[in-house]
């Protein structure tokens, strides 16, 4: 079965509005976009996996003025892997207050709640090469 139309829009929202809550400072209303025993997977960092809102919720303020003061998130890919489960790429855009900005891959995979659509597990990679390293040499 195909994912509808309408829940492919959910879902894209929900991506969406990670960015907003977090530059607002709206930590508390975090479970409107993750489920409560989320995986945050910050590996690729060189942080540890980021397990539940209330951790979740501390990293951020643990990194306090570190954090992007903007989150953009674009090129929002939505593929249906089973009934109530999708996997979701996007593209994100973090602007810093010294204006330099990074960019990153979201690998998200976003199950459906009795609350609505939920990101159980959000993997972030870094994109620090063009082309992933394609045509660079070794």
Known sequence: MAL??????AVTELIALHGHLVD????????EVFTPDVVYDLSDFGQAEVVGLAALTRAALTLGAANPVAHHVTNVVVE???????????????IMADGSCGSVTYEDV??????????????????????NGL???S
């Open 80 to 94: 249906e892997v089973a009934e109530g489960r999708v996997r979701v790429r996007s593209k994100g855009l973090g």
């Open 110 to 131: 976003v199950v459906r709640t009795a609350d609505g659509w939920r990101i159980g597990r959000r993997r972030v990679v870094a994109r620090r090469v063009p082309l």
């Open 135 to 137: 045509g660079q040499g």
């Open 24 to 31: 607002e400072g709206e930590l508390d209303r975090a479970h």
């Open 4 to 9: 509808a139309l309408e829940d492919r829009l």
